[in-house]
Each structure stands twice: as C-alpha cells, then as structure tokens.
C-alpha cells in the first residue's frame, strides 16, 4: 500500500530517471552510438523498476550478494549483468542468475564459471549458455581487476573453448591517471584479435559517465553508465 506522499517522491524519481535517461542516450548518440548499461550498484529495486519503463532491459551490478537478490526480485523482467569482480566461491551462483558476465579475468574464474553455468543449466535455473566478456587490465593491477595484454588471447580460447560459456567480447576500465583513449584503443585491437572466437557481433564494454564520448570514439560498443543516470549512491 503507497501513501500520496510515497507516489509523489516515486513521481519525482521516475522524472528524474527518465530525464537522466534522455540526456545521456543524447550524449551517446552524438558520440556515434553504443548500447547502454545502466549500473545501478546501491540503488534499489523500484529503481530498476523505473528504468525498465523508460525502455531499459538490463543493468549492471558489481556486488554478488546485492545482485542476486535484486535478480530474484526483478524474476527476469530486467537481466542482471555481472560487472564486478567476482571470486572464485561466488561463481556457482552468479552462473545461476547473470545474464551476462563481464570480467571474467583468470583461468581459475572462467573454470569455476564453466562448472557454475553447467550446474545451472543442470538443475534448470538457467535455459542458455552464459555469455562472458574478458577483462583486459591495462595496468596489471591485480587488485582492479581484469587480465594483462599477453593473457587475453589464451583466456579467450578458453572461454570459446567452454562447453557452457560464450564469449561475446571483451571489458576494459582506464587506470586512474592513465589516458583513457589510448587505453580504449588499445583494448578494441585486443578484442579485434580475438573477434574470430566471439559468438555473434563482438561486445567492447567500455566508457563510464565521465569519458563514454571518448571509449565510444575508440569502438566502445557498450557504454557502463552509473552515476550520470541514477544520482549519487544512496548513503548505506
């Protein structure tokens, strides 16, 4: 049961969103154009909800626990794509609801994701395969995610190679300090290498709120966006 004042505040959000929305789809597609990811990390499901109606079908989320609940709740009206770092425990059930994985950055996570999805298909909580992006790191920096230039190539064989996972292209997130269209183009020539092992159109995921027009111009094909839709992180 709402209350007048709880459907005006939900009035208020749905213009906001949807205005936020307008503006960066506009933004995209003065760059040259690129899928959009809504990342909705911290905000809640009745915000999902929202964007939903503006004609979004899926977002991003970087934390397992807080992804799984907000998939079961949403029951598959909007997917739920997995763009954080994902441990290796986490990954029987992140192969369960993720309509989409995109840092898969070692052997060992795409093994467990392997052995995660064909359980899922298994016991009937997932009807396809899972599609899974490599994460390139440009800095090494084990602690960001994502696997160095010389890793891709055999990462990607063994994601292509997988009985239950699809690989559909390839992530990458600029270092801080570094620049960022350098490190864009150089992740686009990584995913061109291995294009011939992608299922379908390749994915490049790459581009935030604040240098999207730039990944978009370096061949970005999906655009992550947070904080330019959905406002600040609500406080926890």
Known sequence: MT??????????????????????????????????????????????????????????????????????????????????QIQTNKANSVARWAAAVHTADSERLITALERGAGLALERGDRAEKLPVLVQFSADGDPQRGGAPEDQIDQLADLVAGSEHLELRGLMTVPPLGSDPAEVFARGRTLLDGISDRVLGAPVYSAGMSHDLEIAIGEGSTLVRVGTDIMGSRPVR
Do not use: Y
């Not at 979004?56 to 009206?77: D, F, Y």
């Open 3 to 84: 209350t007048p004042d709880g459907d005006k505040v939900r009035a208020q959000r749905a213009e906001q969103l949807a205005e936020n929305l307008r503006a960066v789809r506009q933004r995209i597609a003065v760059a040259g154009g690129a899928d959009l990811l809504p990342i909705t990390k911290f905000h809640p499901v009745e915000d999902i909800e929202l964007l939903r109606a503006g004609g979004i079908h899926a977002v991003g989320e970087n934390r397992e626990q807080e992804a799984k609940r907000k998939a079961t709740e949403l029951a598959g009206s909007v997917e739920i794509h997995m763009v954080g």
